[in-house]
């Protein structure tokens, strides 16, 4: 009997494992079946309505997106249900490797398979769609952030095989605490037409941002406030201004002796802001980690906004809508631009040539004028929660 323990450890852990991913396709299968359900009502209605799994802000990849939803790559259905109840949507979901140390494998196996089925979609009699491979639009975007192949060359290497396989079936890839040798490691797993975010989460990844932005490898900077606190040895508290303003976003948080702890992150976020805006690539902040403080979140995020970056990775779909709002343009820029656009459109006509400041301008409000396109976009269709629990799209 003594013998036979081992085997029988073995077989229930398989077993557990089996149970598990015939759990988590059945999820996948009960969603997008609400989703048809709910498609299908709406359009009886008239109302073209469209559902969480596939109304996004951004459809094109050139777009940067204001929020970056990260995800656990070993507990992707979780997230999903709880992105689900939220009703709001991410402009961009990543799947973080690097947080499944010791599950590297079921993570890299639950990535896979959630990719893999929103390709082999079947309708209810077990006939398979004319179109198995959608649309590149009617993707959603997804990231993959792996383990850096520098400082964790295993997990870091079997993670950039995955993305070999992967390839096209999603947009880009993340990787961490970059240097000037990142790039020549990993490019033989990426797709040509994977986006490169690089994060700089380490001192070396600071002192180096201008070399790694001027290589010209990669579309997107993430600056990761947490990991370089601890490497940077800062004190407890000192990622972000202390809580002494009662939420009050108006209150000057930079008067306060909490920030001369955060005064090293504030040099090292310009100094990777000025080295990617020096060659053109967009900038996102990192993520607040506890998901409760609410008032912490707003204060965070109004005060990367002010920064002047794009964008910021939140870990829970609560963050969402508060990280659209602080990311949209406000009424007095809508205002200035639409004046700069309505000026250089009578200088056009007046065949007057434009300067390098009015080009400066012309530029800006654009930027500007699209960003608040982009929010129209995703606030046409609001969403709310049906009484099963489902996201559903309100009739227009």
């Not at 402009?91 to 893999?116: M, N, P, W, Y």
């Not at 997804?142 to 295993?154: A, G």
């Not at 012309?362 to 929010?375: F, H, K, S």
Request: hydrophobic share 35%.
């Amino acid at each position: 009997m003594w013998r036979l323990t081992p085997r029988l450890r073995v077989a229930g852990k398989d077993l557990w494992k089996g149970l598990t991913q015939v759990y988590d396709d059945y999820v996948l299968w009960r969603d997008r079946r609400d989703d048809a359900r709910c498609t299908t009502a709406l359009g009886a209605e008239g109302s073209g309505g469209v559902t969480v799994s596939n109304h996004r802000m951004c459809e094109n990849s050139d777009t940067c997106p204001r929020s970056v939803l990260v995800v656990p790559a070993d507990s992707i259905a979780d997230a999903c249900r709880r992105h689900r109840r939220s009703g709001a949507t991410a402009d961009v979901v990543l799947f973080d490797l690097t947080c499944c140390k010791g599950r590297g494998r079921e993570a890299r196996d639950s990535i896979l398979r959630f990719l893999q089925a929103g390709e082999t979609e079947e309708k209810r009699g077990g006939e398979k769609l004319a179109e198995p491979f959608p649309r590149a639009k009617e993707r959603g975007r997804y990231l993959i952030r792996v383990n850096s192949p520098e400082l964790d060359p295993v997990d870091g290497f079997l993670d950039l095989e995955l993305i070999a396989i992967i390839g096209d079936r999603i947009e880009g890839v993340l990787l961490p605490a970059v240097t000037v040798n990142t790039h020549s490691l990993a490019e033989g797993y990426v797709h040509p037409n994977h986006r490169l975010w690089a994060s700089f989460d380490t001192p070396l990844s600071i002192v180096q941002a201008s070399e790694i932005c001027r290589q010209g490898h990669y579309q997107y900077a993430v600056v990761g406030r947490r990991r370089l606190a601890v490497d940077l040895q800062l004190p407890l508290g000192s990622v972000t201004c202390s809580d002494t303003s009662g939420g009050d976003l108006s209150s000057d948080c930079l008067q306060q002796p909490a920030l001369l702890g955060w005064l090293p992150l504030l040099h090292s976020s310009l100094q990777v802001l000025l080295a990617a805006r020096a060659f053109n690539m967009h900038v996102l902040d990192g993520t607040f980690d506890d998901a409760s403080d609410t008032a912490g979140f707003r204060r965070d995020v109004h005060l990367s906004r002010s920064l002047g970056f794009d964008g910021k990775l939140t870990v829970h779909p609560a963050q969402l809508d508060p990280c659209h709002a602080a990311f949209a343009p406000t009424e007095e820029e809508l205002v200035w631009a639409k004046q700069v656009q309505q000026r250089m459109a009578r200088r056009c006509t007046t065949d007057e040539p434009m300067g390098k400041r009015e080009a400066t301008q012309w530029r800006r409000a654009a930027y500007l004028l699209e960003r608040q396109q982009e929010a129209e976009i995703s606030a046409a269709v609001p969403l709310h929660r049906g009484g099963s629990g489902r996201v559903e799209a309100t009739p227009s």
